[in-house]
């Protein structure tokens, strides 16, 4: 490629990944030159503009063209500006976390890193949203995971920590490496990896026999990417991971994270299963054949995810299944396949993102009060501080979906779609029953928050067990708590700018 | 006049409490009840002056109100797939029980003057459960009444786990969970009428069904109106589903019982009516031998049950559910007499409960007890109290002259003209009525005393408000039923045109 070719591209749509990259590079820099003993707070201060400047150009772009530059491999579309926008609004509410986390146990050694890590999983997730290639959006996996994988280690001197990172390491590693082993039998009968120019191939696949080698291949990036959602039964590593890592990577992995698995599970799946023919052109789609599949690993995952979070003590790991259980819900919109479906998870994850980042800033600020996680030790909070345990209480609510509320209009959406179409009568009624099950692990945390005394130690200490919020959670609790409530009474603002400006049904296959 | 106001003021009138409570210091204990009892009447008050257009002789539709709310779409640039309205209004049956849920929860915000702690985060409950209830009796439409439904469930959820008596954690949890098991069962039915027909208002979707070219097979409505049963069942509630109510009842602060056996089992009566019966009425007939099955065991099992409890609670528990049997009765019916007194039987036990319940309260804030044994012979004590205790148990077990008469007399009549032996069984539940109340009641005003009741202070003062509202209230539709008939006239047209067609 000669360099006017290279300038000729339109670098312009990539300006969020840039400046993203252009800070890592300045942190980078500036943690080196930096005094040893400074505070490397400052790094995370301006890891937070960078991120809202981002999400200041994403804005920008909304309402344009479909957009891609490099062969295809990077595309600017409504779909990509949608989740690009979550993913920067959860990536900023998870360094205001990081800034107000005290730093022990060999973290304070590495707060600078503990930042642009940070930036550069968020990187890897912004080019997953916007990869048009196989290639790219494996990249943006990777650079993804890699820096998740040190970050959930990052407190060396704590056993949980690298546990926690251990496990993640090697079950990413496997992950990762079934997905792209599914994904060659899609290079190797198409020759090519761009996900429409598959899309176009498969489609006029003649031969049927070459369709089970495709089913094939759909079931192992399921199988793969199942592991990224944490989707049972391939769950088993969350709550190790979830429990061990620091507060702020534990909401980085359950809300960043799980926002890029089902970017790249909506984008594989239905570019190129949603296209692949099973007998000859014009018959169904494979992903509409193996639609039973995707129902039982749906049903599988909010059962497992809220019985199992029945039984939890430790609160991360109760978060840990939770989120297993809400990765369920959101499958039950990857499955029913409606024309709502962009919309209803794109909303279920901004409900989530903004329930699941409060609880999080609550489970920081009250384990670093108490020293460990236990759900006991929110014991009394209602007493102890009362804005905080009515925020909580608000969180919760939001979490098992009563009305009101964001979560609430979130399980609506999905569930209407189960409906609407070919009515999945099971699949709706395992979530609607499941999600009575989470009525008592989200209501037992509440028990404990209003109803029981505080310990009569921390009683006794008086002054002392008060507690004073840190300005970055104080951030991070407003937002949740008004996003929460917003979206919970209006959700039509989300949904008008959707629909103004992001028309992702009509974006994503052209 | 535009009146369009009138409802949504109404419903949300309790919030201004709420907010105003928030800024008030948590330990003033006197102006935090003020507050709370304050908060109540603006609903109240335009309750009442509600019913009075009415008898005024103009038209409830003048309050109906509805505006864009939630909508789902597909593709950009199409229309909505689904919208979801924000509508409120009123017809004669809902305008009765929305007077009825202003005038007991203005009662049980002075009854909670018992409340020993942590007065206003009881208070902000209570003022939102409020809303709930408001919200539950004019939703014209289903999400909006299941929203409603839902919002009542917390502060319930609280307010019983934290204000209760020693097991009030169970009796919180098998609260939600029936109740949120109900709803969940309630938001698929909604979900599938929803998908199916593209509305949840409930005039459209009467419509709709009864349409012959409606898009839901026969099958599949007799599936819906079975799940409803169940929904509406765990709320009534009709005997297998009852257990979580008995706990409730014995655990959860005076107050809230008032409102809890006053309005909130009333929801399932009320939803029954309206959207069971007036949805799916061809179906409904087709059950109303197992409704009138299962409303003469609730009736009997009610009965004899409290007829061995030693624990005044339990009897009225248990009385509870055996009167929610007769509305049950009252509805298998399925013609005028029957219906309207199921109706009737839904106003008036709300009232008759409310009563005895605020009494237990009034008894057990003296005495540390409810067991009738310990309280045997409290009208030397307390005479006043103990007549009106009298007077409400009378009014229970239908004495002619009071509310629970008229109810009562017209549902088996309906019943009677329908499957006369079942009726014949169900008479049964009548005279056991009489018994366990009159064995409860008189065990304790003239029993056998085991104590001194000298020096315990009868009713007095500001508790004399409910005890009187109530009494009078319970006498007035007793001896002149028609402040309850007339309005529900046109209710009662619209469902017999619905079971006629």
Known sequence: MSFDQFQSLNWSIMTPEFIILAVIAILVIMDLFMPKHMDRKILGWIGIAAILAAMVSVFGMAGGHVESILH??????????????????????????????????????????????????????????SSGDLITLYIGLELLSIPSYILAGIQKDRLNSNESAMKYVINGGISSAIA?????????????????????????????????????????????LGFKLAAAPFHMWAPDVYQGAPTPVTAFLSVVSKTAGFVIVVRILLTVFGSAATNGPGSIPILLDMQNYLAVIAAATMIIGNVVALRQSDIKRMFAYSSIAHAGYLLVAVTTLTSNMFYSIWFYLLAYLFMNMGAFAVIQVVSEKTGSTKIADFAGLYRRSPWLAVTMGILLISLAGFPGTAGFIGKLNIFVGAFAGQPHYVLASVMIATTVVSYFYYFGVMTQIFFRPAPAASEGEGEGSKFNLPFGIVVVLIVAVVGSVLFGIMPNIALDFMHNNLDIVQDFFS | MNLSWVLTTLVFSPLLGIVVLAFMPKTQEKAIKFVGFLATLPALALALAAYAHYLAGKKLSDFTIGHEWIQFRGMSGDAPIFSVYYELGLSGFQLLLVVLTAVVATLAAIAARYVKKEWKGYF?????????????????????????????????????????????????YSFLIYNGLGSAVLLIVIMILFAKTGTTNIDLLTKIMADPSAPLSGDLKLGLLI??????????????????????????????????????LKIGAYGLIRFGMGIFPAQFETLATLIAI?????????????????????????????HMGIVLIGLAAMNEAGIQGAIFQVVSHGLISALLFFLVGVLYERTDTSLIENLGGIAKGMPIAAGFLLAGAMASLGLPGMSGFVSEFMAFLGLFKELPWLAAVGTIGIIMTAAYLLRAVLGMTFGKAHREFIGFVDLKGVEFVPVVVLTALIVLIGVYPSVLSSPLQATLETIMLGLGG
């Open chain 2, 227 to 264: 799940s409803l049963l169940i929904a509406f069942g765990v709320k009534l509630p009709i005997f297998p589903l009852h257990s979580w109510m008995l706990k409730v009842h014995v655990q959860a602060p005076p107050s809230v019982v008032m409102i809890h056996s006053g309005i909130l």
């Open chain 2, 124 to 172: 902000m409950l209570f003022l939102l459960l409020e809303v709930g209830m408001l919200g539950v009796f004019t939703a014209e439409n289903l999400i909006l009444f299941f929203i409603f439904f839902e919002i009542t469930l917390i502060p319930t959820f609280f307010l019983i786990g934290k204000w209760g008596y020693f097991e009030k954690e169970k009796a919180a």
């Open chain 1, 180 to 224: 792209l082993f599914g994904m060659s039998y899609v290079y190797g009968l198409t020759g090519s990896t761009n996900l429409l120019e598959i899309a176009g191939q498969l489609s006029m696949l003649m031969d049927g026999q070459q369709a089970y080698l495709l089913g094939l291949s759909f079931l192992m990036i399921l199988v793969g």
């Open chain 2, 294 to 322: 299962l409303g003469v065991i609730n009736l009997l099992y009610g009965a004899f049950l409290a007829f061995i409890q030693s624990d005044f609670k339990m009897v009225l528990a248990y009385s509870s559910i055996s």
């Open chain 1, 72 to 129: 295809d491999t990077f595309r600017l579309d409504s779909f990509a500006i949608a989740f690009k926008l979550l993913i920067l609004g959860g990536g900023a509410l998870v360094l205001f976390l990081a800034t107000s986390y005290k730093a022990t146990d060999g973290l304070e050694r590495y707060t600078g890193e503990f930042y642009y890590l940070l930036l550069s999983a968020l990187l890897g997730a912004m080019v997953m949203t």
